[in-house]
């Protein structure tokens, strides 16, 4: 009898043993269908993409020898590239519902030719645009994202990564406005005249944060109806913002300074003035930004979400992934196409209720933009 039992008692074992072993993958599976089910639901937006800067960087901005409908890990130079994650294809497979395309010139640019070659990369995105109509749409205010995304296309959105862009010129910030900007970062890697730059910490610092004339850039910024981009400027200069600015801001490619203690994050006091102005903090998937290191993994990104989630609250946080500028990614999100398996992890934590889920995709984002609009006169 008790021979009979072990052996018994071994099949038991060795059943429930297969039977993990086959739910597991199954478990993700139904994780994953559900996840996508989601990004049909609601738009996820990602608030920032560097693809229009390798256009640049490797065909000139000749767009008709971009494959951007075929598959680029498949045809050089794109296949060899560690900054190219993203093609029609890939979008697709990852449901991107909303994309800021970043119109991005170098800090060595600044008193030279900052405007034109920013005007350059703002046509691309138009021609982009143009060019793929069964797959993106021109999108410049909030509804037309959820207008977009209802049809099956791409809402294509621009933000200029960089204040020295503007060349200092209130006119040229509403000539950005015009041809489809809706949003401006204030700085890159280099102070403007107006405002520190992160990189400038500490010792570089020359403002301490915004300038006079940086506090009117921001309040006509907030009078056309353009998000005010706290990514890559200083802690003060954040701040200094935050007192300013009577719409919400948004950091488009940002990480927490509380999990990875770098100037280019974002620092707690910050998080919660942001909850309060009803800002949005999109995750950026840069390694670096996300442990220190050159090497990070989806549940890296995870941790940064749930830290603004704690701080900021579950309505300010969304999804700026930098794909595209980035020469690193991290494991488990190596390109556009893997947005999804994030949204099927987080399911595993049941502090994530399936709008919350929506509101990391892209609601947070659009909440936000009816809320700067508002604010436009």
Known sequence: MKFRTIVLLLLVIQLGRSEFQSKEPQSFAKRLSHARDILDEVPLIDGHNDLVMNIRSKLYNRLQEFPFDQDLTEIEPWASMSNSHTDIPRIKAGKLGGQFWSAFVSCSSQYKNALTQTLEQIDVIHRLVERYPDDLAWVDTADGILDAHAAGKVASMIGVEGGHSMDSSLGTLRIFYNVGVRYMTLTHGCNTPWADNSQAEPDGIEFDGLTEWGEIVV???????????????????????????????????????????????????????????????????????????????LFDVIDHINHIRNVAGVDHVGIGSDFDGITEAP??????????????????????????????????????FKEMEQVRT
């Open 219 to 297: 309040k006509e910024m907030n009078r056309l109806g353009m998000f005010v981009d706290i990514s890559h400027v200083a802690q003060q200069t954040m701040h200094d913002v935050l007192d300013v600015t009577r719409a919400p801001v948004i950091a488009s490619h940002s990480d927490t300074r509380a999990l990875c203690d770098v100037p280019r994050n974002v620092p707690d006091d910050v998080l919660i003035r942001i909850a309060e102005n009803g800002g949005v903090v999109m995750v950026n998937f840069l390694p670096y930004f996300l442990t220190g290191t050159n090497n990070a993994t």
């Open 331 to 368: 494991e488990g999100l190596e390109d556009v196409s893997q947005y999804p398996n994030l949204f099927a992890e987080l399911m595993l934590d049941p502090l994530w209720s399936d709008d919350d889920l929506k509101k990391l995709a892209g609601l947070n984002l659009v909440r936000a």
